[in-house]
């Protein structure tokens, strides 16, 4: 059964950094686009960033995009988020997710693969 786990959410204050790992235990990782979402209490789950399977493209959301930077290593199986200057409003869990697709969807709909998720706090 496939598996994504991340880790490397934690507490840290506005302004901080923090960099998010994702595990992938699947054998289709390399030729998949990988995502990260992020949920708010009571907020829907919503789009962040998103890399194509060869890494070569990246989308991210507006609210992220310069602050957060997508990366993958297709011989570790592993897709990373380092977000910098964080802010209150970056608080969520955060969800990596695989894609069949093979570019940088940006849309809950086109990952069928998800994570458990990992808490990122930041207070101001």
């Known amino acids: 059964q496939v598996q994504l786990v991340e880790s490397g959410g934690g507490f840290v204050q506005a302004g901080g950094s923090l960099r998010l790992s994702c595990a992938d235990s699947?054998?289709?990782?390399?030729?998949?686009?990988m995502g990260w979402f992020r949920q708010a209490p009571g907020k829907e789950r919503e789009f962040v960033a998103a890399i194509k399977w060869t890494g070569s493209s990246t989308a991210y959301a507006d609210s992220v995009e310069g602050r957060f930077t997508i990366s993958r290593d297709n011989a570790k199986n592993m897709v990373y988020l380092q977000m910098n200057s964080l802010k209150p409003e970056d608080t969520a869990v955060y969800y990596c997710a695989r894609s069949p697709s093979i570019f940088a969807p940006t849309t809950r709909d086109d990952y069928n693969k998800w994570g458990q998720g990992t808490q990122v706090t930041v207070s101001s």
């Open positions: 699947g054998s289709a990782f390399s030729t998949s686009a």
